[in-house]
């Protein structure tokens, strides 16, 4: 992670509101000595401003902009809302989608849902990155929708395998904040 000032202000405002300590089950069913609940920083509007920024700011920084950002509900919405909201605060076209955990029952019956279209080419959002289950099941329902997954950008990185399970599947992983920026020693969880 680089330095920058709004860099070390997400990475204090992770720490002072997502971090808490304790005994936690995660959703990958391990247990932990502290959880992350990203949401603390994602759904405070400085907080979402931050991280929309951050993020358009690494997909600026790679390359041509895809066209749209997007993962998994519920944990992704509120990061693809802010990358989106800052993108067209700086007259971006960029767009957001949701991938739903099961398809709607009614209507279209959709697993993606938004203004995407097959072949387009898609960046993958998380709020926290485990073993990358979650994301890797974001990825598979909008590569049968036909998107193509350059990506992921994650909030926060818990280093607990999901760099490798996506990299396994050739998707890169980049995030914002990792374990340890926040002190914390991954093999020591």
Do not use: N
Not at 24 to 51: I, N, P, T, W
Not at 85 to 110: D, I, S, Y
Not at 164 to 185: K, M
């Amino acid at each position: 992670m680089t330095t920058s000032a709004a860099d070390r202000e997400l990475v204090d405002l992770v720490a002072s509101r997502a971090l808490k300590r304790g005994t936690f089950r995660l959703a990958s069913g391990r247990e932990a000595s502290f959880y992350l609940d990203a949401k603390q920083v994602v759904l405070d509007a400085h907080g979402a401003m931050l991280v929309g920024r951050a993020i358009l700011r690494r997909l600026q920084d790679c390359g041509p902009l895809p066209h749209a950002v997007g993962g998994m509900s519920i944990g992704a919405d509120p990061v693809t809302g802010a990358v989106v909201t800052m993108a067209g605060v700086e007259g971006l076209p960029l767009k957001g989608f949701m991938v739903r955990k099961e398809a709607k029952g009614h209507g279209l019956q959709k697993y993606v849902e938004g203004p995407v279209e097959p072949g387009q080419r898609v960046v993958i959002v998380e709020d926290v990155v485990t073993t990358g289950g979650s994301s890797l099941l974001a990825i598979d329902r909008a590569v049968e929708f036909g998107l193509v997954v350059e990506r992921l950008v994650a909030v926060i990185d818990r280093l607990a395998g999901g760099r490798e399970a996506l990299a396994a599947r050739g998707i890169p992983l980049e995030s914002l904040v990792t374990i340890r920026d926040l002190g914390i020693d991954p093999d020591a969880t």
